[in-house]
């Protein structure tokens, strides 16, 4: 079943090239229709990002901006929801979230996560309810179960 949503990937200032090239996969996998390269984050020219992705770089689209604060404005005036995937105490359990039709899902840095001023500009926060001793999960873990159910979230 193909669903009737659209999602973009945002991957600001991922330091691993394995954690954008796992991006990749996903994208291919799942349906995401582009991933866009933000900040320090490593493009498919990256012979790791190269190596975890195994071609999915040839098949999804991809951009690469610097300065994440264009990309946001981008999506929003092609109508895109920006929602920040976040452990903060506004953010909403991905299971009581309502997806939008084109959404834009945010991806922080392994270690800082998405800083409090990125978090500002989203329109939403979502967080994954956690079960063990760590506040996190790695990114491309997250970014799988985030867009999974954003994609096929109930219509």
Known sequence: MSSLRELHLIAH???SAQNIGSLFRLADS???QKIWITGISPTPSHPFVKKTALGSEKTVTW???LNIIDVIQTVRLNHFRVIGLEIDPRAKNINEFHP???MALLLGNE???ITPSLRDLCDDL???SQKG???SMNVASAASIASYM???HDM
């Open 133 to 135: 001793i760590k506040e």
């Open 30 to 32: 799942i349906g995401i």
């Open 100 to 102: 939008a039709i084109k």
């Open 13 to 15: 200032d991922i330091r």
């Open 63 to 65: 951009e690469k901006k």
């Open 150 to 152: 954003l994609l096929h």
């Open 126 to 128: 979502i967080c994954i």
């Open 111 to 113: 270690v800082e996560g």
